[in-house]
């Protein structure tokens, strides 16, 4: 299997279960759901500077600087700028979602108790 | 290079470094540092303003790197606008956080200043990526002021507003990434150029990102179908905090305005085909919504929305006039809605239990003054004759003359106009006449007045001034459709030189 074909494939289902986990309704399951999402996207900003193997992310000196002979260093300080953000933001969702557990009684995303319990 | 043009971002993030250390120890003090910091904000707008009124676009390098590898900020004349409106309604929302919202929690003021720094950011940077920080700089402080005082309604608006925001970065990101994988830059005046050498077989996976853009920047600007979150989050805010989201909607429209004028250009690719039926779907869905309403804050929070509506159907339109004409309607229906959400919270609080919903409750202990407010904010937002809202939607309604969509615009914007001031005075009478039992007696006190009467003063200085106001619009609209001044400025700045260090 090639590189880019198992790449493609583990982006799409970070993403396909990430919307699944989003669309449901606990808190819990839809900030485990961005998290995913979160992962998907990191992976496909990495995969548009294109996929090289043991290639330097710096031109070497001599080397013609293209992306046949180097890594593109951008996707990867944006990946970077990306997670941090991302990491950041879902701890605040956590405690947003902890403190509605607390006032409310319920995981449930509107607030409201449906009876099914958390584990549903 | 002009160092004028980074200080809107570096003012709020000194002024609310400052304020995190000293507002748990020195409120009193913390008060005076956020107020002179958004003076001095708003006086930093103005003298932008007046840079970018030649027509120059001024461009700053961030690190002095040449151009497109660094990141750049670009003034034109629609950013200073767009800097000097932020700074007029965050002035006003201060004021009125400053009778008692600001005590409520922590880090208020700390918090209000790092949203200055998101938008102004926002309204500065000329690449897409930055971009895309400055909107998590600027969500990230929403998040902080919309959970300001907390309690379990705004905890479950919090939480919606949140995961919508950030399911909306990973799109936003998405569309990014694209762009960059197919263009290999993320500056937008080289994008522009880039994009439009773009090899046959990569113009639809340009579109793809376009229209994910726009999903993104849609939802920001709550456009139907996403809008149905702002009514329920912006009601259960803070009064300020829900005035300062006012130009928070209004960052979406910038965003498409920029992106899909000067990356994709005026009225080209699949995203600029859906922004009039979108725009003219969600003002219809917002006039109905605004009918409904059960509060008054909800009713403006559908204003708002209808605002959207209005100004994404006249970007539609794709021409310079009607661009010209959105920008001079978004700058009133701004001013206007925040002073709408200053006033439902002095209202709601002279009502007691009722508070600012629509049904009859306790009469006004000052009807006189209220009253007088709320009919001139209700005469400008529901666009009657001598008013500001009502030249900018003449300007809109006028550019369309022509353009195949007329008949449809004339229609969904007059009846919609129609129904906005049905519910407006529906719930003038409601709230000021229906009464049932006696004054509470509580005065208001001159810091919830004054930033609405200002906030008024300003909507209504739009039509006193309408002509240079209407002129400097138009000429921001002309430069941002003919996009060719910013790419040559953005893309021929050139680093500033300097002697080696001994």
Redesign the interface.
Same mark, same amino acid.
């Given at each position: 299997m090639s590189l880019e074909l198992l790449l493609a494939l583990g982006i799409g289902l970070l993403a396909a279960a990430g919307i699944y986990l @989003?669309l449901r309704p606990r808190?819990f399951d839809?900030v485990l759901g @961005?998290s995913l +999402?979160?992962y998907?996207?990191n992976l496909?900003?990495f #995969?548009? /500077? *294109?996929l090289r193997v043991g290639a330097p992310p710096i031109a070497a000196g001599g080397a013609p600087p293209t992306l046949a002979t180097v890594a593109d260093p @951008?996707?990867q300080a +944006?990946v970077l700028?990306?997670i941090v %953000?991302?990491f /950041?933001?879902t701890a +605040? +969702?956590l405690v %947003? #979602?902890l *403190? /509605?557990r607390h006032?409310?009684g319920t995981d449930q995303?509107? /607030?409201r108790d449906d009876g099914r319990g958390s584990g549903a | 290079m002009n160092h004028w043009l980074i200080a809107p971002i570096v003012l709020p993030l000194l002024a609310g470094a400052v304020l995190t250390l000293v507002e748990g120890r020195a409120p009193r003090l913390a008060r005076w540092v956020s107020l002179l910091a958004t003076l001095g904000f708003l006086a930093v707008a103005a003298r932008l303003v007046g840079l970018a009124a030649s027509g120059e676009v001024s461009v700053y390098l961030l690190g002095n790197w040449q151009p497109p590898f660094g990141i750049v900020l670009a003034l034109d004349r629609l950013s200073a606008l767009m800097l000097l409106l932020t700074g007029a309604v965050a002035l006003a929302a201060l004021i009125h956080a400053l009778g008692g919202w600001d005590r409520r929690g922590a880090h208020f003021h700390a918090l209000f200043q790092y949203q200055l720094m998101g938008l102004a950011g926002a309204f500065l940077t000329a690449d897409l990526f930055n971009l895309f920080v400055f909107f998590e700089v600027l969500l990230a402080a929403s998040y902080g002021l919309l959970l300001h005082g907390a309690g379990p309604e705004r905890l479950r608006a919090s939480f919606h507003y949140v995961v919508l925001n950030l399911t909306a970065s990973a799109l936003f990101l998405i569309g990014v990434s694209l762009l960059y994988g197919l263009a290999g830059t993320l500056n937008l005046a080289d994008l522009a150029v880039k994009l439009a050498r773009l090899p046959a077989g990569d113009a639809g996976l340009a579109q793809v990102a376009g229209v994910l853009l726009l999903v993104v920047f849609g939802l920001k600007a709550a456009i139907l179908p996403l809008h149905l979150w702002l009514p329920g989050t912006y009601a259960a805010a803070p009064a300020p905090v829900a005035a300062l989201f006012a130009i928070m909607t209004k960052v979406g429209i910038y965003a498409i305005a920029r992106v899909f004028t000067l990356v994709f250009g005026a009225g080209e690719g699949a995203a600029a085909q859906v922004l009039l039926p979108a725009g003219l779907a969600t003002l219809a869905a917002a006039s109905l919504g605004a009918l409904a309403a059960g509060s008054l804050r909800v009713l403006a929070g559908w204003l708002v929305v209808a605002s959207a509506g209005t100004l994404l159907a006249a970007l539609g339109l794709a021409g310079a006039a009607s661009l010209g004409a959105a920008l001079y309607y978004l700058i009133h229906s701004t001013l206007i809605a925040a002073a709408l959400f200053l006033l439902a919270e002095a209202i709601g609080r002279q009502r007691g239990a009722a508070g600012d919903a629509l049904a009859p409750g306790p009469a006004l202990a000052r009807p006189a003054l209220l009253g007088a407010l709320f009919f001139a904010a209700a005469a400008a937002a529901g666009g009657l004759p001598p008013l500001a809202g009502f030249v900018g939607k003449l300007a809109i309604l006028d550019s369309a003359l022509g353009t195949p969509a007329w008949p449809w615009l004339f229609g969904v914007v007059l009846v919609s106009g129609l129904l906005v001031l049905v519910a407006l005075s529906r719930a003038g009478s409601l709230l000021f006449w229906k009464s049932e039992g006696s004054a509470s007696g509580a005065a208001v006190p001159a810091g919830e007045w004054l930033p609405v009467a200002a906030l008024l003063a300003a909507g209504f200085a739009t039509v006193l001034f309408a002509g240079p106001v209407l002129g400097y619009a138009r000429a921001a609209a002309g430069q941002l459709v003919e996009r060719g001044g910013y790419v040559e400025s953005v893309l021929g700045a050139r680093p500033v030189e300097r002697e080696p260090a001994r």
């Open positions: @989003l808190t839809t @961005l +999402l979160s998907a996207v496909f900003i #995969a548009m /500077g *294109r @951008l996707p +944006l700028t990306a %953000i991302s /950041g933001m +605040l +969702l %947003i #979602a *403190r /509605g006032e409310s995303v509107d /607030g | -």
